[in-house]
């Protein structure tokens, strides 16, 4: 009995006196946040009773979010240890009989932003983004809203917003705070009137259409074509913006608008000027002279006064007016004692003449007709040798003399050159050398030329440069070129890093687009072109749409990209996928940064020649020409694209008159020039 008590009490006092196990609890260091523990069975800071309760707590910093909580034995890292989660970021678990490592990750927390109170305003829906992501909240007042609205927001500082307007959208950029953000819009809007008044002014002598009035958003087309008698100079615009255009067209005696109707009255306001006509002499009469002293290019209605002198023994045959390629239009004339007068009616004309021998007793009509065999030799181009037919033909009176036909085309003339006779001059005789040039009209190559006899056996024709010659036989024979529709060349260039797209090829009149598209890194850019009179730009974002009507010649854009200018850029641009957005300021007239470079101006678009040996010079309203190919076809054309004058240079120094002062565009061959006449 006494030695079981002994033994009962010497196990008491054994429990009694034991002593707990402690181990190390240890946090490591992770970025973004930190790891707090804590319990009531500590035995020190960092040492735990096993078998006792541990509290973790991952706390992160602003903007980020626990994303994994890790614990197990430091000793062996392949041994976890179990967190049970108690709350948010709090988890507890229980002591094991060994230290303990606790690990985590925190990343970068989501939040919503969100518009409220948008009844006519157009507003986006809510949306999730990163903390610190760029964030765009576009709000869009449409055009048929009159009025304003206020905006409120609540999470973030006013100063941290930045602000713009392309248009009809409100634009708000910030980088995304570590909570939720919530715009709140108050509007003061009604709606617009939906139907407008269109007015055209100045049509009294032109043809003009467009509706009376139109809806906010419908196309409206208007057409102001020339007559006759005049042509429209300018157009000025009232009531529209360039945004509003979507396509115009300015040929000779033509302009085409096509533009979105804006949610306001717009009116077009035409100046018009009288259309000028060509006159000329037929030349190479024989027998006689005419005379005309006055500008090769008189207005519609204006007089014109010629005069018409026989040769000694000879007296007037007849006298008539025709118009330029078709004698079988006449003018009517008036005048006498060698003094003629008519009015420029709505075309070219040409003055002809023909005399006749003084009848007298010893007059004979028997020998070769004067002037049959001259020698002279008519320079291609030059006044008098078009492509109109000459009609007549060879026989036993021509004395030897074989005609040259050349058959009519509306894509193109031919010109020749050579030995003929000045009282027939489409005749010439046998072995005499002719030689040919074509020109195509422009927008037209030529595909075939070819010269048969009357019995319809081909003659040999030599490539001489740009010309053709062949040797005149035993027969007339006819000049007939065929042609075909040209395509020319689209060349845009320097886009570097910018997206350029644009046709390669192109005919003459077809409506062209090249887009130009900015990537980050970039501001704007400017531009060059060669061979183009005009080249309208209409911005879009980043993306600008150039638009002209195809030339009849080659086109090249060069493009000058401009970078932004570093950290002092207000556009924005992240490498991900959370919904933020940057814009870009383009150079350009619709773009709502400043220009910085621009080298021309408002488009920044410069004509430049292809042939720099040419010179060009101008003295009051006499255009002096020098270096010129000899053959080379040059027009000149006005501010609006008008054609004014065409020909052939003939020698490589010409000159060419002016209708009146102002600002022309001279091509000679591919070289085209700015010309100004005060």
């Not at 009604?190 to 269109?198: A, E, H, L, Q, W």
């Not at 910085?596 to 020409?625: F, M, W, Y």
């Not at 270096?627 to 000159?655: E, N």
Request: proline share 4%.
């Amino acid at each position: 009995m006494i030695r079981k008590f002994a033994l009962v009490l010497l196990a008491v006092c054994s429990a009694a006196f034991a002593v707990k196990s402690t181990f190390k609890v240890e946090a490591a260091n992770v970025p973004n946040g930190t790891i707090q523990f804590f319990g009531n069975g500590f035995a020190s800071d960092t040492t735990v009773y096993a078998g006792e309760q541990v509290v973790v707590h991952y706390a992160p910093v602003t903007g980020y979010v626990l994303d994994q909580a890790r614990a197990f034995q430091t000793d062996d890292t392949t041994k976890k240890v179990s967190l049970q989660e108690d709350s948010t970021n709090y988890f507890s678990f229980i002591m094991p009989m060994s230290d303990v490592t606790l690990s985590g990750a925190f990343k970068k927390g989501s939040y919503n932003v969100a518009v409220n109170g948008c009844t006519l305003l157009t507003c986006p829906e809510a949306s999730v983004h990163e903390f610190g992501s760029q964030v765009t909240v576009t709000i869009t007042m449409p055009s048929t809203l009159k009025g304003g609205y206020k905006m409120g927001v609540r999470g973030l500082a006013d100063s941290l917003i930045s602000t713009s307007h392309q248009g009809e959208d409100y634009i708000y950029s910030f980088a995304m705070p570590g909570h939720d953000v919530t715009f709140t819009v108050a509007e003061s809007l009604m709606v617009k009137p939906t139907r407008f008044k269109i007015a055209l002014n100045g049509c009294e002598n032109l043809n003009c259409s467009a509706p009376d009035s139109a809806n906010v958003g419908d196309s409206v087309t208007i057409k102001i074509l020339g007559t006759e008698s005049h042509w429209p100079s300018s157009l000025s615009m009232d009531g529209i913006v360039n945004s509003d255009i979507c396509s115009k067209v300015d040929n000779k005696d033509t302009t085409i608008y096509v533009f979105k109707m804006p949610s306001n009255d717009v009116s077009f306001t035409m100046t018009s000027q009288k259309q000028q006509y060509r006159v000329s002499l037929n030349g190479g009469e024989a027998n006689g002279s005419v005379s005309y002293s006055g500008d090769p290019l008189r207005e519609y209605g204006s007089k014109v006064e010629f005069s018409v002198t026989p040769a000694e023994n000879y007296q007037i045959d007849f006298v008539k007016v025709v118009k330029s390629g078709d004698e079988s239009v006449t003018v009517k004339t008036s005048g006498s004692n060698g003094v003629y007068t008519y009015n420029v009616p709505g075309f070219d004309t040409v003055i002809m003449a023909g005399f006749k021998k003084v009848a007298s007793a010893s007059s004979s009509s028997s020998g070769n007709p004067e002037g049959s065999q001259d020698g002279s030799s008519s320079s291609i181009g030059g006044e008098g040798t078009s492509s109109s037919s000459a009609t007549g033909s060879s026989d036993e009176e021509d004395n030897g003399l074989y005609y040259v036909n050349i058959v009519k085309s509306d894509s193109g003339s031919i010109f020749m050159g050579g030995s003929f006779s000045k009282q027939y001059p489409n005749a010439t005789m046998e072995g005499n050398e002719i030689t040919l040039r074509v020109d195509p009209e422009p927008g037209y190559a030529m595909e075939s030329l070819s010269v048969k006899t009357k019995a319809g056996k081909n003659v040999k024709l030599t490539k001489d440069g740009s010309d053709y010659k062949f040797k005149m036989p035993a027969s007339d024979v006819t000049v007939k070129a065929t042609y075909k529709v040209a395509e020319y060349k689209i060349t845009v260039t320097g886009c570097g890093d910018l997206k350029c797209v644009s046709p390669e090829t192109a005919k003459l009149g077809e409506e062209i687009k090249v887009t130009i598209t900015l990537v980050s890194g970039y501001s704007g850019f400017s531009l060059e072109a060669e061979g183009l009179a005009s080249l309208s730009q209409k911005d879009n974002g980043a993306k600008t749409t150039l638009t002209f009507k195809m030339p009849g010649n080659d086109v090249k854009i060069i493009v000058h990209p401009q970078a932004k200018p570093g950290a002092n850029s207000s556009s924005s641009s992240a490498g991900d996928d959370s919904g933020k957005s940057s814009s870009s300021g383009k150079s350009g007239k619709n773009s709502s940064s400043s220009k910085s470079g621009d080298k021309g101006g408002e488009n920044a678009i410069h004509v430049s020649s292809l042939v720099p040996q040419l010179s060009v010079a101008t003295v009051g309203r006499q255009v002096q020409v020098s270096g010129a190919r000899v053959g080379a076809a040059y027009a000149l054309f006005d501010v609006h694209g008008r054609m004014i004058s065409s020909g052939v240079a003939y020698t490589p120094d010409m000159t060419i008159t002016l209708p009146h002062s102002g600002n022309y565009m001279l091509r000679v061959g591919q070289s085209v020039h700015a010309v100004n006449a005060r």
